[in-house]
C-alpha cells in the first residue's frame, strides 16, 4: 500500500520558518519533520510514497537529490572532480514527488496524484504530524468495514487551564488543563479507497469540508480511535515540543 503525504501548503501559522521552507521540511532533530513521518511508516514495511507538493517545492525535491550529502559522510576530491560516499545506508524508500499546484487545495492535491495509486487503496497523512499509532492496526481495522474512508480520530486537550464558573461568574474551581477536556479531531493517518476520487471534484476542494461531511452522511467513513501519543506541528511552539522530545531520547514516534 502506498502512502501518500500532504506536503504542499503555506504552513503561515509556523511563518517564522515556512516563510523559508514548506512546513514539512521544517527540521526536529536535524532532519525535516516529514523524514521522521516516512520513517515511522517504513518501520511497518510501507516504503512507497507519493509527496504531493505546492509551496517552494523545489527544496523537497532537491533534499531527495542529494540524500546522501544530508546522511552519510563524504569525500569531495575536487581535483578529479569525483565524490566518495562512506557508510551510505540507503532507505528501502521509492519517493515519487508530485507537482500538486501551488494553490491547489487538500483535496485538489489528493485528486492529482490519482494516476499514481491508480485503483488500489492507499495511506493518506499530512506532513506536519508524528504519533505512536500501530499501522498493522490501522490498516487491518480498515479492511476489516469495507468502507471508503477511515481517518485516525485523537484527543486534543486544550492549551489553558479550565474554569468551573458557577452562576453569578464565581470561579468555584481552578484547574490545569487534562485531555479528556479536549475534543476528537481527525488526526490525520489515513486509509483511503479509490472511490474518495469520486468524491474530489477539483483542485479547490478541500478535503475536510465538503467530502469528508458527504463520506459520513453515505456512512462511508470510519475513526480508528488512537489514544496514545500525537502531535501536530502546527506552531513555533509545537516545533518547540517536538525538539524537546527528540533531544531528550523520550520521542514516542522514535521506533528505529
Not at 12 to 40: A, N, Q, V
Not at 107 to 128: A, N, Q
Not at 179 to 194: E, Q, R, S, Y
Request: aromatic share 12%; net charge negative; charged share 25%.
Amino acid at each position: 500500500m502506498k502512502v501518500v503525504l500532504l506536503a504542499g501548503g503555506f504552513g503561515t501559522r509556523i511563518s517564522e520558518e515556512s516563510h523559508l521552507k514548506p512546513k514539512p521540511m521544517i527540521e526536529i532533530g536535524e532532519k525535516p519533520i516529514l523524514w521522521h513521518i516516512m520513517k515511522y511508516y517504513s518501520q511497518f514495511g510501507f516504503h512507497e510514497f507519493i509527496i504531493c507538493l505546492g509551496y517552494k517545492q523545489y527544496l523537497v525535491k532537491e533534499f531527495f537529490a542529494d540524500y546522501f550529502l544530508h546522511t552519510a559522510d563524504v569525500t569531495f576530491d575536487l581535483a578529479n572532480n569525483q565524490m566518495e560516499v562512506h557508510n551510505n545506508y540507503a532507505e528501502p524508500w521509492k519517493v515519487t514527488l508530485v507537482d500538486t499546484g501551488l494553490n491547489t487545495m487538500t483535496g485538489g492535491r489528493v485528486r492529482r496524484i490519482r494516476p499514481f495509486v491508480k485503483e488500489d487503496s492507499f495511506m493518506l497523512t499530512y506532513g506536519d504530524g508524528v504519533a505512536d499509532i500501530n499501522l498493522h492496526e490501522l490498516e487491518k481495522f480498515h479492511r476489516s468495514h469495507g468502507k471508503i474512508a477511515t481517518l485516525t480520530s485523537v484527543n486534543v486537550g486544550q492549551r489553558f487551564g479550565v474554569l468551573d464558573i458557577h452562576n453569578g461568574g464565581q470561579v468555584r474551581a481552578f484547574r490545569e488543563k487534562e485531555n479528556m477536556d479536549g475534543a476528537l479531531i481527525n488526526g490525520g493517518f489515513m486509509v483511503m479507497n479509490p472511490g474518495i476520487f469520486d468524491y474530489l471534484e477539483g483542485d479547490d476542494t478541500v478535503l475536510e469540508k465538503e467530502p469528508f461531511r458527504k463520506l459520513a452522511r453515505d456512512g462511508e467513513m470510519m475513526a480508528f480511535f488512537h489514544s496514545g501519543f500525537w502531535k501536530c506541528m502546527d506552531t513555533q511552539r509545537d516545533k518547540q515540543q517536538l525538539e524537546e522530545l527528540w533531544q531528550s531520547g523520550r520521542a514516542p514516534w522514535k521506533i528505529w
